[in-house]
């Protein structure tokens, strides 16, 4: 065991993950690295992402390039360039990975909120189990119509593509999608499955994102019962803040039949598995 207590989010889709950061970063019992999303079981147990050297310093680039003499504290930028330095280190291993919360004061859990975890099977979560002495998951799924057609416009928007959705056809939606980057994240069935068969109950928690919007500090008081952690006083601000989204573009009338099947199976499959999300997940809906 080189960490005592664990947090990982193993969400289906950025934009929740983005908003649980921002407000579970002010929480005092967690502690989040300067890369909130590391990935580093995922790059062990995936092909989902790599942690070389040029993804590494590509990150640190990203994180470091717009720091202003006039605004930045020297203690405070000192200290994140020695976590950058540990994140640039090599080897990529256990203690690597472990030396990221070095800097963790009296936190009860270090966190790590990648998104590409729900894609590890057995192998990874025993690591993730053998890494740590007392592990927390959460899972948290958005409606699948509006998670395909955000996860679209992010990818489009962050590859500099995003005006080319106004004369995309059905079939370039279809086979833009049905690429495993994006497809493979709404595999909700198979994921809460895979999740259960490594962890037990103690260990993880299933979330559907519209639960936690409905309800913002009454999910939050539900999540720290989880993590046996004491309720935070969390700002009405804080809570309401809005994530910066990709552009907004009107979806496509056909969108929602064009993978109808897709969506109905993984209504049905979650509720076999106790799941239901009627009530929460509309599958024509379009208003986006």
Same mark, same amino acid.
């Given at each position: 065991?080189?960490?005592?207590n664990l /947090?990982l989010?193993?969400g289906?889709?950025?934009s929740g993950t983005t908003?649980?950061?921002? #407000?579970?970063d002010?929480?005092?019992? &967690?502690?989040?690295s300067?890369e909130?999303?590391?990935h580093?079981?995922?790059?062990l147990h995936?092909?989902? &992402?790599?942690?070389?050297?040029?993804?590494r310093?590509?990150?640190t680039?990203?994180?470091?390039?717009?720091i202003?003499p006039?605004?930045?504290n020297?203690?405070a930028?000192r200290h994140? %360039?020695?976590?950058?330095?540990?994140?640039?280190?090599?080897?990529?291993?256990?203690?690597?990975?472990a030396?990221?919360f070095?800097?963790?004061?009296?936190?009860k859990?270090?966190a790590d /909120?990648?998104n590409?975890?729900?894609h590890?099977?057995a192998?990874g979560?025993?690591?993730v189990?053998?890494?740590?002495?007392?592990v927390?998951v &959460?899972y948290?799924m958005r409606?699948?119509?509006?998670?395909?057609?955000?996860?679209?416009r992010f990818h489009l928007?962050?590859?500099g593509?995003f005006?080319?959705?106004?004369?995309?056809?059905?079939?370039?939606?279809?086979?833009?999608?049905r690429?495993?980057? &994006?497809?493979d994240?709404g595999d909700?069935?198979?994921? #809460?499955?895979?999740?259960?068969?490594s962890?037990?109950?103690?260990q993880? =928690?299933v979330?559907?994102?519209e639960d936690?919007? =409905?309800?913002?500090?009454g999910w939050?008081s539900? %999540?720290?019962?989880? %993590?046996? #952690?004491p309720?935070?006083?969390?700002k009405?601000?804080?809570?309401s803040?809005? #994530?910066?989204?990709?552009?907004?573009?009107?979806?496509p009338?056909f969108f929602p039949e064009?993978?109808?099947?897709k969506?109905?199976?993984?209504?049905?499959?979650?509720a076999?598995?106790?799941?239901s999300?009627?009530?929460?997940w509309?599958?024509?809906?379009?208003?986006?």
């Amino acid at each position: 065991m080189l960490i005592e207590n664990l /947090f990982l989010c193993a969400g289906a889709m950025k934009s929740g993950t983005t908003w649980l950061y921002g #407000v579970l970063d002010r929480h005092p019992s &967690i502690y989040f690295s300067y890369e909130k999303e590391i990935h580093y079981f995922a790059h062990l147990h995936t092909s989902q &992402i790599r942690l070389d050297d040029r993804n590494r310093l590509a990150r640190t680039k990203h994180a470091l390039q717009n720091i202003d003499p006039d605004k930045a504290n020297a203690a405070a930028l000192r200290h994140k %360039l020695l976590w950058y330095g540990n994140y640039l280190s090599s080897p990529v291993d256990d203690s690597w990975y472990a030396n990221l919360f070095s800097f963790r004061r009296n936190q009860k859990y270090c966190a790590d /909120f990648s998104n590409l975890y729900c894609h590890m099977g057995a192998d990874g979560w025993n690591h993730v189990k053998a890494f740590a002495e007392n592990v927390k998951v &959460i899972y948290v799924m958005r409606n699948p119509v509006e998670r395909l057609w955000s996860h679209i416009r992010f990818h489009l928007h962050f590859t500099g593509k995003f005006s080319s959705i106004q004369s995309w056809s059905r079939d370039d939606f279809h086979d833009f999608a049905r690429q495993p980057f &994006i497809w493979d994240n709404g595999d909700y069935t198979g994921t #809460v499955t895979r999740l259960r068969q490594s962890l037990g109950d103690h260990q993880l =928690r299933v979330f559907f994102f519209e639960d936690i919007h =409905r309800d913002h500090q009454g999910w939050l008081s539900e %999540l720290e019962d989880f %993590l046996d #952690v004491p309720h935070f006083d969390f700002k009405g601000e804080l809570l309401s803040r809005k #994530v910066a989204e990709s552009p907004h573009a009107p979806m496509p009338d056909f969108f929602p039949e064009l993978f109808a099947k897709k969506f109905e199976e993984e209504y049905s499959g979650l509720a076999a598995l106790g799941l239901s999300p009627a009530g929460r997940w509309n599958p024509r809906r379009t208003d986006l």
